[in-house]
């Protein structure tokens, strides 16, 4: 397979842009090599600029559930931008996004619209603390929840620990405001209540987290944390950009049975576009501006293309049956998956929540962040790159998901298996 062009844009992109891109799991530095550049997309392929096409498992990172350029999405976008591209007035459009949303998520009674995932976090952060009048937060080791300066932390040396920053250019005293603790362990959760029940603002994970790899929650895990956060109220946040109609059109709440106080979305709610929202039950919302004193901005909040985009891909999303078939071919994709794995003898271990799953090449199993780094990843590059030879585009990194699409078929799946068991036989 032939990348000349896309290492001739590589090297023009580094004189540029900061590493040649733009954000920096595209570099491939977790995989090797360098990163091929994306000419277009259709349906479940995308073609690159040397004309190599491959079946994708990445989606743009998820956003993509109808596959790309669905015509339905194409077409709502472009009525959407023959009308305008953005007023920084309401428009309706805004509503009906924010009443499909609430229609899916019943834990949402009031929203606010933004541009991205961060976004929405970091506001969602400021509405805990606003609310509860505490400063402390607490976050799960391995969630991601966007570059958030408070967020952006790592566990210290302890079971339960004051974050550490992960990036030069965040305050200590930034980091020290958030506690981080391991996930699917509630005894450390507990034990940190216990230590300070009145300077806890707020809990914020991923219930089921999809930037360490996808790592399911263990049974009454999410349940637990629910009733330990109520008891001493502290407002439990899912980040559920990743998660919100991928896991299921409700989001892993619905397909788990657990309310939040508030939850963050993104991804599948902007079609493709910049998209984030943050909602909750009503008297916590009406804290923000302008009810409340607690204040948050954006001039491009709801734009006219984005809130297009969103409206048309959960409306198919809705259709009868069309969400449980998505999740139906990625359930037939990892059973066979585990069946060639099995076969070759190589440590992996699958997960699969909705319309997302992960291949972790390791024994397992994998229960949290520090399993997940435990994964042979020099093994998942390799892996990754007999794939992508044979035409199947992953995540370049070990510690992403996989996600489904409407347009992925029986043939793709086949595709896929072919090339996956070619791949394992190469590696074992």
Known sequence: MNFQKSEELYKRANKVLVGGVNSPVRAFKAVGGYPFFVASGNGAYITDVDGNRFIDYVLSWGPLI???????????????????????????????????????????????????????????????????????????????????????????????????????????????????????????????????????????????????????????????????????????????????????????????????DITILGKVIGGGLPVGAYGGRAPIMDMLAPVGPVYQAGTLSGNPLATAAGIATISILESPGVFESIEARMTTLFRELEGIVRKTGIPVYTTQSGTMGCMFFHDGPVRNYTDAVESDTARYASFFWKMLEAGVYLAPSQFEAMFMSLCHTELEIEKTLEASEKAFAELS
């Open 66 to 260: 109808l596959g790309h350029a669905h015509p339905d999405v194409v077409a709502a976008i472009q009525e959407a931008l023959k009308r305008g591209s953005s007023f920084g007035i309401p428009t309706e459009a805004e509503i009906l996004l924010a009443e499909k949303i609430r229609r899916h998520f019943p834990s949402i009674e009031k929203l606010r619209l933004v541009n991205s995932g961060t976004e929405a976090a970091m506001s969602a952060i400021r509405l805990a603390r606003g609310y509860t009048g505490r400063n402390l937060v607490v976050k799960i080791e391995g969630c991601y929840h966007g570059h958030v300066d408070a967020l952006l932390v790592k566990a210290g040396s302890g079971l339960t620990t004051f974050g550490v920053p992960t990036s030069p250019g965040i305050p200590t005293e930034h980091a020290r405001s958030t506690l981080t603790i391991p996930y699917n362990d509630l005894a450390a959760a507990q034990m940190l209540v216990e230590s300070a029940p009145k300077d806890i603002a707020c809990f914020i994970l991923e219930p089921v987290p999809g930037n360490m790899g996808v790592v399911l929650p263990q049974p009454n895990y999410l349940q637990e944390l629910r009733a330990l956060t109520e008891k001493h109220g502290i407002l439990l946040i899912f980040d559920e950009v990743m998660s919100g109609f991928r896991v299921s059109l409700g989001g892993a709440q619905q397909r788990y049975g657990v309310v939040p």
